[in-house]
């Protein structure tokens, strides 16, 4: 089972639109675009997050062939599309709100 979308991003996406730019620092994930919310379930399917990487859920990409999760927490992690298991998540942000911190206005 999928954990779910923490209602931070929808207040976000409602009141800002989805981003698509660069964050603040170097740190990763350098570039990132955020999906509507109507994208994330269908690309959680395409991706089979599910049953490659069970305890996440995908909700924007990085550009680069990675994409940008949630785990149960609401920390988000980065997974490589191609070899996705859970052994390849980095941590890049403890949650939501310090990630939209890092977005570069």
Known sequence: MLPEIPKEYFEYIKAHGAFEGFTTDDSEPG???LWAPEAIAPNNRD???ESLAPGFIAFAG???GEV???DASGAIHMLPLIGIEL???I???DDFASLVGRFVR
């Open 62 to 64: 990085n550009g680069g």
């Open 31 to 33: 570039f990132i675009e």
């Open 68 to 70: 940008l999760a949630f």
């Open 87 to 89: 052994d390849c998540a």
């Open 91 to 93: 941590k890049v942000a």
């Open 47 to 49: 991706i089979e997050i």
